[in-house]
């Protein structure tokens, strides 16, 4: 009916009324239906209805119905084999019983006769929860704004401007703790060691200087 409305440039809208359906059904069932690059055909829609519903049936059904496979299944998920091992293994060692994907054995495990083995598999990967991490407070530090203005001109030698590389997000790396300078007036450059990650004990690892 619906192709022999469509073949009289009837709008969905009105075809939808006409069969007493809702309209973004009919557009559902226009657009899945179709071949790519034809128009709606009815014989084929009817085909393609009946095989998707067909095996749709069948598949999330195979191991509920099939008491010995889904014993194995379930025997392989509780030793915490994966679905697409568990699934190897059945086709490997069990000839007897009905063979099924990996797919068919997590859509198993996600149906309501699954429960217990997807509670069981949640147990064993607890989620992971992020750390909250402590920032250290420096005591009396000043902001970088608040400097003299003849350090910013660069015209006395001595003053220097420092700061911290720590490897890591966390500063635990292999060079934690590194304090970099360079003098503003003669670009005099100095890297050292202020502490190492295991005995906390200051010990010098490198000084580079480099006169520009």
Do not use: C, W
């Amino acid at each position: 009916m619906i192709d022999s409305l469509l073949k009289r440039n009837i709008s969905q809208k009105e075809i939808a009324v006409e069969i007493g359906i809702a309209e973004s059904a009919l557009s559902y069932e226009i657009r899945e239906r179709t071949r790519k690059g034809r128009k709606y055909n009815a014989s084929y829609a009817s085909h393609h209805a009946y095989v998707k519903k067909k095996y749709d049936r069948v598949r999330p059904n195979t191991i509920v119905t099939h008491p010995k496979l889904r014993k194995t299944v379930e025997d392989y998920l509780r030793d915490d084999q994966s679905p697409e091992l568990t699934a190897e293994r059945i086709k490997k060692y069990h000839r007897d019983l009905p063979q099924v994907s990996g797919v068919t054995i997590r859509n198993y495990i996600k149906s309501p006769s699954g429960r217990k083995i997807e509670a069981h598999r949640k147990r064993l990967v607890p989620k992971r929860r992020r750390k909250k991490t402590v920032s250290s407070k420096i005591k009396n530090k000043r902001s970088i704004e608040k400097r003299p203005q003849y350090i910013n001109e660069k015209k006395r030698v001595g003053d220097m401007e420092g700061d911290f590389i720590a490897s890591g997000k966390d500063g635990k790396g292999m060079l934690p703790g590194l304090g970099s300078g360079r003098r503003r007036r003669t670009g005099l450059t100095t890297l050292r060691t202020i502490r190492d990650s295991g005995t906390g004990i200051a010990n010098p690892l490198a000084r580079v200087r480099d006169a520009v």
